[in-house]
């Protein structure tokens, strides 16, 4: 077989939820979602370099493993073990998504992996016929391999894209405290009072897909459960919404189980205005811009003829 070296470089895009909804605890262990997905454009470079045996990965953030136990990895062997491919990789990644901060950056690595090896290796499964192998992941993988506006049903492993994608501005601001998803889920089960459906989200992308707004009908089931498992977060929760409010945002909410938080604009100047308003008041704050399904698509089709 001939052996032709190429090396992919992919843009491995954030997500915030718009809007979470938790309905009762499944017999997987695992919880019944309606969320609403969407991609931004804060990223992390992942570097994909065929190599003939191993599967590797390299890290310039300290608290992403290198082992094993690294998504990248784990998304890169079951791949493998999947289309019976006898090759390897070594992956490079470069972090700007803060890490374990609700902004699905893990996820979105190992989507990427899924992504550039069915193409590097020549598996040809696309996008969905990766979806069973996603799944197996983690709960968000299988929206990053679509990405822009999408309704997440189940575990938020079900993901249907909208036709009116969201176009907007977001601040999303880093408080700089990791916080497990695990014990967030943990802590909602003490006060959840299991329900057959949820309907605020049904209703609000209804409503918007009719071309209305609403976007402040949203909100996230985790925020309580997760501000208790990190309490220490709730007085500068308080503040980074009071200054997205100000700022006039339409939607002001927990991304995931936190603690990243962030504001949705309808309008760049407010949005700059609020980024720098948080950072005046030392947050780490990231001015984004909503990236359609139709932006992700191009920007990896871009990333395919870079080989
Ligand atoms: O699937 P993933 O590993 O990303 O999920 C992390 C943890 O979040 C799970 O171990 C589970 O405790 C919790 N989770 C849940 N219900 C979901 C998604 C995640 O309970 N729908």
Redesign the pocket.
């Known amino acids: 077989m001939e052996w032709t070296v190429k090396t992919l470089r992919l843009k491995s895009f954030a997500k915030i939820n718009l809007g979470l909804e938790?309905l009762g605890?499944?017999s997987d262990?695992?919880?019944?979602?309606r969320t609403l997905f969407q991609t931004i454009d804060l990223y992390d470079d992942v570097v994909l370099r065929p190599r003939p045996r191993g599967i590797t990965v390299r890290c310039d953030h300290p608290q992403v493993p290198t082992d094993g136990s690294n998504l990248a990895v784990r998304a890169a062997e079951a791949l493998a073990r999947h289309a019976r491919v006898r090759r390897g990789v070594e992956i490079a990644i470069t972090k700007r998504i803060p890490v374990a901060a609700g902004l699905g950056g893990?996820?979105s690595n190992a989507a990427a992996v899924l992504l550039g090896l069915d193409h590097l290796w020549g598996v040809g499964l696309g996008p969905a016929g990766l979806h069973p192998l996603a799944r197996r992941?983690?709960?968000?993988?299988p929206f990053f391999l679509l990405g822009g506006t999408a309704l997440g049903l189940?575990?938020?492993?079900e993901v249907y894209p909208l036709w009116r994608q969201v176009r907007a501005r977001a601040v999303v601001v880093d408080p700089g405290r990791p916080v497990s998803?695990?014990a967030?889920?943990?802590r909602v089960d003490q006060s959840l009072t299991p329900r057959e459906n949820g309907y605020t989200i049904f209703r609000f992308v209804s409503r918007y897909l009719e071309g209305e707004g609403g976007f402040n009908a949203l909100s996230n089931d985790l925020e309580d459960a997760a501000l208790s498992e990190a309490p220490d977060l709730r007085a500068a929760v308080g503040r980074i919404r009071g200054i997205l409010e100000g700022e006039g945002c339409s939607l002001a909410s927990l991304s995931g189980?936190g603690s990243s938080f962030f504001g949705l604009f309808d309008e760049a100047r407010k949005a700059g205005r609020a980024r720098k308003a948080l950072a005046a008041a030392g947050f780490r704050a990231f001015g984004c811009r909503t990236l359609s399904l139709e932006s992700y698509r191009r920007a990896w089709f871009r990333s395919l003829g870079r080989e």
Do not use: I, M, P, Q
């Open positions: 938790v605890l499944r262990g695992y919880h019944e979602l893990g996820s992941l983690g709960a968000d993988v189940a575990r938020g492993d998803t695990a967030v889920f943990r189980s």
